[in-house]
């Protein structure tokens, strides 16, 4: 009961004053900055364009098809139609009143658009019209061939009905392209979390336990409180400081989604969600909370490890770059989570949490294999806890320098 209390006291002491302190409060603010910054990009960059007028375009079109329904004016371009007087056109190009010429002709059965301009368009500008013109040459095409009205709209608009049947009794039933499209951005999101709550509470956990050691704070808190409960206390309380940073960026989020842009995010996040299965869900929760465990308790061994909070970067790097070959692994599964490499990755406990899920939500997999990424995850983190603990009895007390594999092996000397 005693060590019970102790506990309590001391998850209750670090997670007060980590939430107090200036480096979560502004990592936070970071965060929700950049949420912010993602969420009203739009706006953002209208603020900074605001001062761009709308760009003025004459349509020449010299061909018997009638094609101004695609050219609609809207807040960035204002089309006008029907011009003929090619000269008068350059002139007020020339004077800048005209921002943009396109003559449109027929070349061999074929339309031909030419984009008079003075001053380059922009890219994104010239990508629109080059969108618009390519559309445009599709209906020319269509209406060459004295097609009704219905007819053309019905051809131009035909889209494929696809629909998956997997003839293999055995396995799961395959998912669709929107069902994986929304577990890949998902999984994307967990593992873009994983990597920066590990980026951020690993390197606090690791020097919080290195600035007691330094400061030899550690030697009179050991007196009364047990090696194992402090461990866990400090494992506890960063992993509540974890969670509550996460719902305050869950909080702010759903704010934004429900709010921002009339509703428009929320609705994309929801049918996002609605491709979703529970158990994947579920898997992407647990793979996130036990990922962010396991990187706790190896950065509490690591902060036992150092004698000042200035050697606890050279500990926590080895742990950074596995952190990083995760990160970037996933990335490049973005565009093929199926190669040999991701498979391999997704099985290693330290970067399981970034891979997995990405391979649950966007690949048919069996049923079985999550579940063996998930138990070698829990295994590897029992394990690591086991040995960590036996470990931190002894090496929180031990003063040593050189680098991380002489600091253990000065440990494991003093322990035999």
């Not at 670090?14 to 912010?36: A, E, G, N, P, Q």
């Not at 003025?56 to 807040?75: K, R």
């Not at 461990?231 to 429900?258: C, D, H």
Request: hydrophobic residues 50%; glycine residues 6%; proline residues 2%.
């Amino acid at each position: 009961m005693a060590t019970l209390s102790k506990f309590n006291l001391l998850v209750k002491q670090l997670y007060k004053s980590k939430l107090k302190s200036r480096s979560f409060v502004v990592m936070t603010c970071i965060y929700l900055l950049v949420m912010s910054v993602a969420v009203f990009w739009s706006d953002i960059k209208e603020l900074f364009t605001g001062d761009d007028h709308t760009q003025q375009i004459a349509i020449v079109n010299e061909t018997t098809a009638d094609l101004s329904g695609l050219f609609v004016s809207d807040g960035d371009m204002k089309f006008i139609q029907n011009e003929s007087n090619i000269s008068a056109l350059e002139k007020k190009v020339k004077d800048e009143k005209l921002d943009a010429i396109i003559k449109i002709t027929d070349q061999n059965g074929q339309l031909h658009a030419e984009i008079a301009t003075f001053t380059p368009l922009k890219l994104n500008d010239q990508a629109s019209l080059n969108s618009i013109l390519q559309l445009a040459g599709q209906n020319y095409t269509v209406q060459q061939l004295s097609l009704t009205p219905d007819q053309a709209a019905q051809i131009i608009g035909a889209k494929t009905i696809i629909s998956n049947k997997n003839l293999n009794e055995k396995s799961a039933d395959g998912k669709s392209e929107e069902e994986k499209q929304s577990g890949l951005w998902v999984s994307y999101a967990v593992g873009i979390l994983i990597y920066f709550f590990i980026s951020t509470f690993l390197s606090m956990i690791t020097t919080e336990i290195a600035s007691e050691k330094g400061s030899r704070a550690m030697e009179m808190l050991l007196v009364s409180v047990k090696p194992a409960t402090h461990f866990k206390a400090k494992i506890a309380g960063v992993l509540l400081l974890a969670l509550t940073q996460m719902g305050m960026i869950a909080v702010v989020f759903l704010i934004y989604a429900k709010f921002a842009k009339n509703g428009f995010i929320w609705d994309m996040a929801a049918s996002i969600v609605k491709e979703l299965s529970i158990s994947y869900v579920i898997y992407a929760i647990l793979f996130l909370l036990l990922t962010i465990i396991l990187y706790l308790i190896v950065g509490a061994l690591f902060g036992s490890l150092v004698s000042k909070v200035e050697e606890a970067g050279q500990v926590l790097m080895p742990a950074m770059m596995i952190t990083l070959i995760g990160f970037y692994v996933m990335i490049s599964g973005i565009s093929n989570p199926d190669t040999i490499f991701i498979k391999v990755f997704s099985y290693i406990p330290f970067t399981s949490g970034m891979i997995m899920p990405m391979r649950i939500g966007a690949t048919d997999i069996g049923v079985m294999v999550p579940l063996i990424s998930l138990g070698i995850l829990i295994a590897t983190i029992i394990v690591v806890y086991l040995f960590s603990i036996s470990f931190y009895k002894r090496s929180v007390l031990t003063y040593s320098s050189g680098g991380v594999i002489k600091k253990i092996k000065t440990v494991l000397k003093v322990t035999t």
